[in-house]
């Protein structure tokens, strides 16, 4: 078992090119991963990701490093309380 | 790339006559000066900068805007400094630097030394790239190995540091055994002979009065000579600076902080810059 996170991930860096979005979307789903964008532009992103702590964890180590296109300053998580946030998982 | 200071030989063995190698992909010619100092040339005979440091003869292509970095431990007292030899490793130079930073492999691949099953788990540790030195750091990194080092009389949690302070250099500070208020110092400096092949140098300044030079010597070749079947077959060969297929974790920061900086750098030679 592991324990569900639901979380907004606010990234910020150099982000304006095209492939980051595709980029964090298809990351998100090798990791098998829930990803809404919520807002978005150059310098900035947010991000609802969804699924078993670890691997939202791994999430955020991913995107630190990104595609070449993009440098990512930092990432600033912000646990959703919402029902996901208290939900449970089979890891 | 060209713009740095990269390690070419051992300082007190340098061949009389010039020996041949590649840097960057270019051939240079490695041996001793008239005066008996060592002498590095390029292709076209023209000499190239050379420093002595830590027990090795330095040189660069280019034009380095910094001097080559410190290791103040190489001047304390009471230390003993260990020219390890030399490896040759069919492998990007910077995926030598990254199997370096790499703990996890610990008891995989040096079963028994280094590490050993059930103790697997890498507890979280603090990664950081300094701002005032431009250098990665991982500190508070902890696990337990069988046999730290030569002067190991058992198992011990060892407490790790992880420091890079050039594109292609390493530099490991453990616990020493027999001095465990102090930090032995392991480092990889790495001659980048084309985007596929490396040199690698280790040297050491440890706390270590029991055990023959011979002894300390054959410790750590025999850990790199472990890890090299692991970086000739590390695929994709170049070290991707792109996530793509792999799936880093936290145990992996250190690589990421690390290929990050590089990324930072545009240090990009034996780097893949497209996902795997």
Same mark, same amino acid.
Do not use: M, V, Y
């Given at each position: 078992m592991s324990d569900f996170a639901a979380e907004r991930f606010a990234i910020s860096g *150099?982000? +304006? =090119? &095209?492939v980051f979005v595709p980029w964090v979307e298809r990351h998100a789903r090798r990791l098998g991963l829930a990803a809404s964008i919520s807002e978005r532009s150059p310098t900035r992103m947010q991000v609802r990701i969804e699924g078993p702590a670890e691997l939202v964890d791994a999430m955020e180590v991913g995107c630190l490093l990104g595609p070449i296109e993009v440098w990512v300053d930092d990432i600033a998580r912000e646990p959703l309380n919402d029902r996901a946030a208290n939900r449970t998982a089979d890891a | 790339m060209r713009h740095q200071w990269y390690p070419v030989g051992i300082a007190a063995k340098l061949p009389d006559s010039p020996a041949e190698s590649l840097l960057l992909g270019e051939r240079v010619h490695i041996g001793r000066a008239k005066g008996g100092g060592p002498q590095v040339t390029d292709a076209k005979g023209r000499a190239l900068p050379v420093l002595t440091r830590f027990g090795h003869v330095w040189t660069t292509l280019g034009t380095p805007e910094r001097d080559l970095f410190t290791? !103040?431990?190489? *001047? %304390? !007292? +009471?230390r003993r400094l260990v020219d390890v030899g030399t490896v040759r490793v069919r492998c990007s130079p910077l995926r030598a630097v990254e199997n370096f930073l790499d703990i996890a492999h610990f008891p995989f691949v040096h079963t028994d030394i280094l590490g050993a099953e059930p103790h697997t788990e890498v507890e979280r540790y603090e990664v950081e790239i300094r701002e005032d030195s431009d250098e990665v750091w991982a500190t508070k990194v902890r696990f337990f190995q !069988? %046999? /730290? /080092?030569? =002067?190991?009389?058992g198992g011990i949690t060892t407490d790790y540091m992880y420091r890079v302070p050039a594109p292609t250099c390493s530099i490991l500070y453990k616990? =020493? &055994? !027999?001095?465990? +208020?102090e930090w032995d110092v392991i480092t990889l400096f790495v001659q980048p002979m084309t985007e596929e092949l490396c040199q690698v140098w280790p040297w050491m300044a440890l706390f270590d009065d029991a055990s023959t030079m011979t002894d300390m010597i054959h410790f750590q070749q025999m850990i790199f000579v472990q890890d090299r079947s692991i970086l000739e077959n590390q695929i994709p060969a170049k070290l991707p600076l792109d996530p793509g297929l792999e799936i880093p974790t936290r145990a992996d920061m250190t690589s990421i902080a690390y290929r990050r900086w590089l990324k930072r750098h545009g240090y990009t030679y034996g780097a893949q810059l497209v996902a795997a």
């Open positions: *150099d982000l +304006g =090119s &095209p | 290791i !103040p431990e190489a *001047d %304390q !007292p +009471g !069988p %046999q /730290a /080092a030569k =002067s190991a009389g616990t =020493s &055994p !027999p001095r465990p +208020g």
